[in-house]
């Protein structure tokens, strides 16, 4: 079985600020890692996700996260972040065995932009 | 290419009813999941279906179950209602073992 810890569920940035949202698993098997955007009143959308190679995987919209498996961390970063990057960001993990699938999701964390 | 979409948008039920949710997959889609997000949580898996069969179920009561069509469309249906179950149900549809693609969402309210 897996998990998934994002402990900060509220983080409040200035708009053009970094921001880091932090996501740990824990999992007695190998897994794949995701992060999902959440807009308001809208379904999920696959922001980045990593299944292997490089340990850094980055979004087109600057978004980047870095796969730590010691730490088993998965943290979400953005230099400068814009007022549209309000939503509630979700880390996910699946177990490799069923691909991009049956989905463990953290408790999300609900990010918002100060102009 | 049309997405995923679920019907109805939302829908308030009484407690011991019976809902049926709908879901149609993606085009070329052969694999449907469904999940459980209630307020203020992460999304959980409920059951996942693949050409029709059941492959994989959450922790969730056999009072939760499903059907998948030839198409690949989906049901999920709940039986005697509690209030709990009050939560936004999301669809995502797939290649098998590929991303998933999730539709918009049906919130039920059980009152």
């Known amino acids: 079985a897996q998990s998934v810890t994002q402990l900060d569920s509220q983080v409040p940035v200035f708009e053009e600020a970094p921001v880091e949202l932090r996501c740990n698993y824990s999992?007695?098997?190998?897994?794949?890692l995701f992060w999902y955007v959440q807009y308001p009143n809208q379904g999920l959308q696959l922001l980045l996700k990593y299944l292997s190679g490089s340990t850094l995987v980055e979004s087109i919209n600057g978004f980047e996260a870095e796969f730590n498996k010691s730490q088993t961390s998965f943290h979400l970063r953005k230099p400068s972040v814009h007022i549209s990057d309000t939503a509630e960001y979700f880390c996910?993990?699946?177990?490799?065995?069923?691909?991009?699938?049956?989905?463990?999701f953290g408790t999300g964390t609900r990010l918002t932009i100060i102009p | 290419e049309t997405g995923v979409t679920q019907s109805p948008t939302h829908l308030i039920k009484t407690r011991g009813q019976q809902v049926t949710l709908r879901c149609s997959s993606q085009s070329g889609h052969n694999t449907v999941s469904w999940y459980q997000q209630a307020l203020g949580q992460g999304p959980q898996f409920i059951f996942q279906?693949?050409?029709?069969?059941?492959?994989g179920r959450g922790n969730f009561p056999p009072r939760f179950s499903g059907l998948q069509f030839p198409n690949y469309s989906s049901e999920l249906n709940v039986n005697a209602l509690e209030l709990d179950d009050s939560a936004l149900y999301l669809c995502?549809?797939?290649?098998?073992?590929?991303?998933?693609?999730f539709g918009p969402g049906t919130r039920l309210t059980v009152l």
């Open positions: 996910a993990v699946s177990d490799m065995r069923f691909g991009n699938e049956k989905l463990t």
């Open positions: 999992s007695s098997v190998s897994v794949y």
């Open positions: 279906y693949y050409r029709e069969e059941e492959n």
């Open positions: 995502a549809s797939s290649l098998q073992y590929n991303e998933q693609f």
